[in-house]
């Protein structure tokens, strides 16, 4: 079947022009990301000190990095989850 529909031009030209068109408006009508607008703009940093520092001593460098993060223009909130190693 794929053969007598690949040897009529004008048959495969149509099916791939209707994929297009169908492309193109499923994309107008979509929303323009699935990825909800809370989860976009994220930016995760990790903060990985020498063995044996001290939990202060990483808390001392996530807030120095804070402060940068808060120079930006499009800062709006920041989260300091601060570990142990394991």
Not at 37 to 55: F, H
Not at 62 to 84: D, N
Request: net charge positive; proline share 6%.
């Amino acid at each position: 079947m794929l053969r007598k529909i690949a040897s009529r031009r004008v048959i495969t030209w149509g099916i791939l022009i209707v994929f297009c068109v169908g492309t193109f408006l499923i994309n107008k009508t979509l929303p323009g990301g699935f990825i909800p607008s809370e989860d976009q703009g994220t930016i995760y940093a990790i903060i990985q000190t020498p063995p044996g520092s001290t939990l202060e001593q990483t808390n001392k460098l996530s807030r120095e990095l804070q402060k940068i993060c808060q120079g930006w223009t499009v800062w709006s909130r920041s989260l300091r989850l601060p570990a142990m190693r394991s």
